[in-house]
């Protein structure tokens, strides 16, 4: 079945310091949709990419989609330790949505 | 406006027993998706069902693991004489069209625990 990498699995930043996490798949997707889990939730739909190359941003939050969809990145600007979670990549394959396996971050004070 | 409702909220049950987790999708949605999550692990699909069908189980374990969606009630994720690997969350999320544009909506979950 569809599968979707992400890495890194664990990211610990200083608050104020940037943060990306990467999805890879090695078809091509036609959507992707991101989600956060905070620490003890459950995961919350933050936005979803349909196009190639297409880029959204909410508040510090960009999201991209790669020319092949294939790939997709979340960037952070400036973290603040509300932005402590996981955060998923999912792709749909025939009514199923894939998760990626997450990445962890963890922002210092 | 409801979001998905799961109960109960934490469940523990002894190896051999049965454990029922339920989920009632927003309303107005009738596409209902059921999640398993091992701690520090992602979600892995188990099944998704419209109402009073199965559509896809492809990721339920063949034995002791079912799951319905009856045209009246919550949908219903059974596992019977449950053993210890069966802990874990479970989450259930309901979306509106069940296309793949369509973002899914998360219960709480159930926190299973087999003693």
């Known amino acids: 079945g569809q599968q979707v990498m992400q890495i890194p699995q664990y990211q610990h930043v200083q608050e104020g310091e940037d943060f990306t996490t990467y999805c890879n798949s090695s078809t091509t997707l036609s959507n992707i949709q991101w989600y956060k889990q905070r620490p003890g939730g459950h995961p919350v739909f933050l936005i979803q990419l349909v196009k190639s190359g297409e880029v959204k941003k909410q508040k510090r939050l960009t999201f991209q989609f790669g020319e092949a969809k294939k790939n997709s990145s979340l960037h952070i600007t400036a973290t603040q330790t509300t932005d402590v979670g996981t955060y998923f990549c999912?792709?749909?394959?025939?009514?199923?949505?894939?998760f990626g396996s997450g990445t962890k971050l963890n922002v210092k004070p | 406006n409801a979001g998905v409702m799961q109960n109960p909220r934490h469940l523990v049950r002894r190896r051999g027993q049965e454990a029922r987790l339920r989920c009632s999708p927003m309303?107005?949605?009738?596409?209902v998706y059921w999640y398993r999550q091992l701690p520090e692990e992602g979600l892995k699909f188990m099944v998704y069902l419209q109402k009073e069908n199965i559509i896809d189980e492809s990721g339920m374990p063949k034995e002791r693991f079912s799951a319905e969606f009856p045209k009246e009630g919550p949908s219903i994720l059974r596992i019977q004489q449950v053993v210890r690997g069966d802990s874990a969350a479970y989450f259930c999320a309901s979306s509106l069209s069940g296309d793949r544009n369509s973002p899914l909506h998360f219960g709480n979950g159930t926190r299973l625990t087999v003693t």
């Open positions: 309303k107005g949605h009738s596409h």
């Open positions: 999912a792709a749909n394959n025939f009514n199923k949505f894939y």
